[in-house]
T-cell receptor, first 114, second 110 residues
Framework: DVKVTQSSRYLVKRTGEKVFLECVQD?????MFWYRQDPGLGLRLIYF???????EKGDIPEGYSVSREKKERFSLILESASTNQTSMYLC?????????????FGPGTRLTVT | GQQVMQIPQYQHVQEGEDFTTYCNSS?????IQWYKQRPGGHPVFLIQ?????EVKKQKRLTFQFGEAKKNSSLHITATQTTDVGTYFC??????????FGTGTRLTVIP
């Protein structure tokens, strides 16, 4: 069964802290994605990766960085958390190539920055 | 940049009524996908449309892709309480990423 897991369901951090969100997929997918979901704004792409050590900026990369050292793992890093980064963070993975394959999502991490 | 607009943002229907959500893209899409997110859950893939004018059905759900490949719709016939959730369209221009619409949150009143 397809599986995408995220390190935490809920996380509370203080302003200025460095935050790591981890995502692991067991489907040998080439592509991995990080989104944030806010009410009324849908899913907005932060970063995606189409291969190990490769990354591309999405629509809202400011304040975030990512790391993909292994194919199955994609990390999102908030270098210095701010209150406007309070949100639901969703990781997803998909096969590579075209047409774009369906994305499989993890359960999400609800991050609160105080 | 790429935008996919989705309307309405919210829809409340009586159980048994029909429901439709619409997506419009500012650019021509290579394909469009639809996802459903149950309350408290994560988005789950429903279907993908690739061809111009394509229509696909899944039981009470009918998905359409416009002739110009710039718009799409999802129609649910005779809604049930199990249909509640947020429905997202997501368009692709051929690269490896998708552009998600803002979603339509469906509430079904028993």
């Amino acid at each position: 069964d397809v599986k995408v897991t995220q390190s935490s369901r809920y996380l509370v951090k203080r302003t200025g802290e460095k935050v790591f969100l981890e995502c692991v997929q067991d489907m040998d997918h080439e592509n991995m994605f990080w989104y944030r979901q806010d009410p009324g704004l849908g899913l907005r792409l932060i970063y995606f990766s189409y291969d190990v050590k490769m990354k591309e900026k999405g629509d809202i990369p400011e304040g975030y960085s990512v790391s993909r050292e292994k194919k199955e793992r994609f990390s999102l890093i908030l270098e210095s958390a701010s209150t406007n980064q309070t949100s639901m963070y969703l990781c997803a993975s998909s096969l590579g190539g075209q047409p774009t394959y369906e994305q499989y999502f993890g359960p999400g991490t609800r991050l609160t920055v105080t | 940049g790429q935008q996919v607009m989705q309307i309405p943002q919210y829809q409340h229907v009586q159980e048994g009524e029909d429901f439709t959500t619409y997506c419009n893209s500012s650019t021509t899409l290579s394909n469009i996908q639809w996802y459903k997110q149950r309350p408290g859950g994560h988005p789950v893939f429903l279907i993908q449309l690739v061809k111009s004018g394509e229509v696909k059905k899944q039981k009470r759900l009918t998905f359409q892709f416009g002739e110009a490949k710039k718009n799409s719709s999802l129609h649910i016939t005779a809604t049930q309480t199990t249909d509640v959730g947020t429905y997202f369209c997501a368009g692709s221009t051929g690269a490896n990423n998708l552009f998600f619409g803002t979603g339509t949150r469906l509430t079904v009143i028993p």
